[in-house]
């Protein structure tokens, strides 16, 4: 279906910040409690403005988190290109979803629990963006199983791997004393059940 005349005449900039903005606004309050007007002030616009572009905040929903998860792909494909160790993969595909989360300030991942508001046509697209997001690390998780790294590549541990990793959105912070590649050596370590990588001879581990 083509879009409106009016969101296709919106700026990308203006168009992705207030994706931002109403997916942070759907994590922090939750979908029914973030109003138009939470969104609208978020960006600076008038309280009707978001549905000049978009026509519904169910779609806000379903763009915010295609949109979120396809922009993490092309991100993921760009960090592991040309890497062919799986379990440096692994710690590729680790620290570029966590920069995601908490760098980027994606909240994407963060949203899933919402999609109850949502009709099936837009569960379709939004299973069909999470599962090409899913495509690398399935991926790289049979080729560690394959070579006896890990026990298992079945889809529970990725499954659980995510949940794991998008948990620290809510207790991770950046003036803390643990760096993101920090965490993410810590993560791969108990997944690989070894020891954090070493850089310049010193343990990366907090």
């Given amino acids: ?11 990308p900039n203006r168009r992705s910040e207030l994706l931002r903005a109403a997916a942070r606004l759907f994590v922090e309050k939750g979908f029914d409690a973030t109003t138009t007007r939470d969104i ?25 988190m295609v949109e979120g998860l396809d922009a993490g792909y092309g991100r993921l494909l760009a960090a592991i290109d040309g890497i062919a160790d ?30 109850r508001a949502l009709d099936a046509a837009a569960h379709a697209e939004i299973a069909a963006a999470f599962d090409r997001y899913q495509q690398p690390w399935q991926a790289t998780l049979d080729q560690l199983a394959q070579a006896g790294r890990i026990a298992s590549a079945a889809s529970p541990v990725r499954l659980l791997l995510f949940g794991m990793l998008n948990w620290c959105k809510h207790w991770y912070r950046p003036d803390g004393r643990l760096s993101l590649d920090q965490l993410a050596d810590s993560a791969v370590a ?8 070493k850089e310049d001879g010193k343990s990366s581990s907090p």
């Fill in 1 to 11: 279906m083509p879009r409106r005349k009016a969101e296709a005449g919106l700026e």
């Fill in 40 to 64: 609208a002030d978020a960006v600076g616009m008038r309280s009707g403005s978001p549905f000049y572009h978009f026509r519904s905040k169910q779609e806000l929903l379903k763009a915010a």
């Fill in 86 to 115: 799986p379990g440096q993969r692994l710690r590729i595909l680790v620290r570029t979803h966590l920069g995601t989360l908490l760098e980027e300030e994606c909240h994407s991942p963060m949203l899933l629990g919402e999609t």
């Fill in 190 to 197: 108990l997944l690989l059940g070894e020891p954090p990588a």
